[in-house]
């Protein structure tokens, strides 16, 4: 079953084993702010003995260049970091890691913490930890003793509610996407089922658009399309800004890691090391899968029919506590149920549905830490015959001239009788899983003949041209996503490249080509020069039209049209929609294929009469409007159109902007202010030395006072890169810092 991977919060866990029960919470009181636990001596005398072997190098960005002499030295010391430049971010994505959001928001998140607990429970990680080989076992020690060391060297900080951490937490967040696959799972479906568990006849069926792309660019550039022969790679996330600081870390032991860390974790999840990079985008295959149950109650049991037989559903209860609005501590209580699939997570016609998905948390923790430390094509290949990647693709170069691809990694063998795109049969046992395809069996590509790979969060035959992988020869449960209006940008500026650099390469990432509005502008002037000569709307829009009709089609800051026509594309989409929705067409294809004259018509009046009414007129430039600014540390921005910000050109990735900025928050200002898209963006060049540019959002301090919190603002806006400072020599040259941890 295809369900989107992206829930509203970008605090994203990932997809674990199933819980055994809950104890009883009794209520207590609030865990607001409070002081960290003190240390035993030993555990003190450890940390300050590790602090002693790391080093971390603030460059003049703020960039921390983390050197230890073990692999488990340089994780103390990027965790430390990691919480001196936002401890609130890593914390807050462990309190949702392990279900304890409502704990600190309150009430409202117990169906968040609901459904991280259907697959999380300390007692499951703990005993997985206990489990682990010895060298992660020092990894996961090592992230703990980093993080409860940062917190004895800063009683200041009072942490929201984890006063310590336990090294089986890196367990329950072990894979870095933006939206991890527990969070396919709806929250509004968990609430109506077991807020009150529903009649077995109550059906609920959502499919949902995301208003905003959630994803990823990433491209690869084989040596003979590059001016130095070298290979390139374009690492472009597109996520939430601030979900990811940019971090280097270095051991002893062949660890050289650079790129970006999700807050909390202890590797780089997108990045490259002196020999190999790597990009992951969102996408991937189907992994995912609901089963229809066929459940009966009997003297209050519950039992579901599998095959000819009947099997007990089993019965975990379930503590949810949560913070009051006067600051006490109450808790609710559920029983939770699950079949063989999976835990039930709502009801479609009277059957119960269950939620199949990947459950190896070791084996992802040991894949996304590995893969950082290959230097060559046999080695990261040996680390993707892990498939424990299950929520996206993978975009790979070398230094050795190699570029790769990999569609998903985690791909479970299906029967092609079934149509796994809907739920399926559960009572059936031919819909059962049979094991997970090789990596052969999936679609890959290596070294092309186009010398070009890219992925846009698209499907992945375009990927490279004619050398693209073909579709006939895949199941359709391989790919999930359809065709996008980036990939088709992407395939234009990459088709006949030609002695790409790091510079141009990053000119191609940022190619101003708005391309989902090539069919829609010829419509719209069809439609207007259509009109009869006494439509009021002839005189009403001729201005309008006739910038659009002369518009080249690319966005500019100093771009009337770029503007006009982003407001005509947003009223449309706010308009159509609930019928794309109902109709479960992407919303800009709907748009695009489904509107009539008026209907496209109109919503050109509608966004001239607004932007007439936020400024004065309709004719305002689109940097005047679409702004970047960063005025507070908080997860959850504000913004104000009283106060200093940036202007922006690239435009929201849903008009083809392969450099993407978006708006996801509820609008309150009459600009638009990004809030998701180019976040972390780096372009490297693997030769004997690994040459490197980069750019963050904002920069990489949460903390507004710090001379790295807006630092790199200007730049982004610009779409300039700084250069990566990798090797040590240059990271001395401009130097900010260097210190152990605790000093």
């Known amino acids: 079953m295809i369900l989107s991977r992206f829930a509203a919060i970008t605090l994203a866990g990932t997809v674990f084993a199933v819980a055994a029960p809950f104890p009883a919470l009794a209520e207590q009181p609030a865990p607001a702010s409070v002081a960290a636990t003190a240390p035993s001596a030993a555990e003190l005398a450890r940390w300050q003995k590790t602090a002693k072997e790391v080093t971390i190098m603030r ?23 990691q919480a001196e430049d936002d401890f ?11 279900g304890r959001l409502a704990e600190v ?50 009683p200041d900080v009072k942490p929201k509610l984890l006063t310590r951490f336990e090294p089986w937490m890196a367990l329950s967040f072990s894979e870095g996407s933006i939206g991890g696959d527990i969070e396919s799972i709806e929250l509004k479906d968990l609430e109506a089922f077991y807020g009150k568990l529903p009649k077995l006849a109550l059906a609920d069926n959502r499919n949902l658009h995301d208003a905003e792309p959630r994803g990823s660019n990433g491209f690869a550039i084989a040596p003979k399309l590059s001016a130095s022969g070298h290979p390139l790679l374009l690492i472009n996330p597109h996520t939430s800004f601030y979900f990811r600081p940019e971090i280097h870390m270095v051991s002893e032991e062949g660890l050289n890691a650079y790129g970006a860390v999700t807050w909390g974790q202890f590797f780089i999840y997108q990045g490259f090391n002196d020999k190999a990079g790597w990009m992951h985008t969102s996408g991937g295959g189907d992994v995912i899968d609901e089963y229809l149950e066929t459940v009966v109650e009997r ?51 009277g059957k119960w549905v269950a939620v199949k998905m990947m459950d190896e948390p070791v084996k992802a923790l040991t894949q996304s830490y590995s893969r950082t430390k290959a230097k060559n094509y046999a080695a990261f290949y040996k680390a993707m015959e892990l498939r424990t990647n299950s929520s996206n693709n993978t975009v790979y170069a070398d230094a050795d001239g190699n570029i790769a691809y990999f569609h998903g990694n985690f791909i479970p063998k299906r029967d092609p009788r079934f149509d796994w795109s809907k739920p399926v049969d559960g009572s059936n046992p031919a819909t059962e899983w049979q094991g997970l395809h090789a990596i052969p069996e999936t679609i890959t590509l290596f070294n092309p003949a186009s010398g070009y790979i890219s992925n846009t969060n698209n499907w992945p035959f375009s990927a490279s041209g004619a050398n693209s992988p073909k579709r006939e020869d895949y199941a359709d449960y391989m790919w999930s996503l359809p065709e996008n209006a980036r990939g088709v940008h992407a395939e234009r500026v990459l088709k006949d490249a030609k002695a790409l650099t790091l510079e141009s390469l990053i000119a191609s990432a940022y190619d101003s080509y708005l391309t989902a509005f090539e069919p829609l502008l010829p419509q719209l002037v069809k439609d207007f020069d259509a009109l009869p000569a006494g439509d009021a709307r002839k005189g009403a829009l001729a201005g309008q039209v006739a910038s659009l009709r002369g518009w080249d089609l690319r966005f500019a800051a100093n771009s009337v049209p770029t503007a006009l026509a982003v407001y005509w594309g947003q009223e449309m989409v706010a308009a159509h929609a609930p019928r794309a ?19 496209r018509l109109e919503a050109l009046h509608r966004a001239s009469a607004k932007l007439t009414k936020d400024f004065g007129t309709w004719k305002t430039p689109w940097g005047e409007i679409n702004r970047f600014q960063r005025i507070s540390g908080d997860v959850q921005q504000e913004y104000d159109d009283s106060k200093p910000s940036w202007p922006v050109a690239f435009t929201s990735a849903n008009w083809g902007s392969l450099a993407s900025f978006g708006m996801v928050a509820k609008q309150k200002t009459k600009r638009i202010y990004g809030d998701r898209g180019n976040s972390f963006v780096a372009a490297v060049e693997f030769g004997p030395k690994v040459k490197a540019k980069s750019i963050l959002a904002g920069g990489q301090s949460s903390d507004p006072a710090s001379k790295h919190f807006a630092d790199q603002a200007e730049m982004y806006s610009r779409g300039e890169f700084k250069d990566v400072l990798f090797y040590k020599e240059d990271i001395q040259k401009q130097l900010e810092r260097s210190y152990h941890p605790g000093q």
């Open 88 to 98: 609130n971010r890593v914390e807050l994505n462990y309190i949702n890691a392990m």
């Open 105 to 154: 928001e309150g009430e409202k998140e117990v169906w968040r913490d609901l459904r991280m607990k259907l697959y999380i429970t300390p007692s499951d990680m703990q005993a997985k930890y206990a489990a682990s080989p010895a060298w992660l076992k020092d990894l996961m020690n090592a992230f703990a003793d980093g993080l409860n060391f940062y917190l004895h060297t800063h």
């Open 581 to 599: 929705r109902a109709a479960n067409i992407p919303t800009v294809d709907f748009i695009t294929t489904k509107l009539n004259a008026d209907e």
């Open 299 to 349: 003297k209050g049991k519950f039992f579901y029919k599998y095959g000819g037989e009947e099997r007990a559903l089993r019965a975990v209860p379930v503590s949810l506590p949560y913070k009051k609005a006067d600051g006490s501590m109450g808790s609710r209580s559920v029983t939770a149920y699950f079949s063989h699939h999976g835990p039930i997570v709502r009801s479609d016609n």
């Open 59 to 81: 460059d003049k960005w703020g960039i921390p260049h983390v050197f230890g002499k073990t692999d488990a030295d340089a994780v103390f010391g990027m965790l430390y970091a």
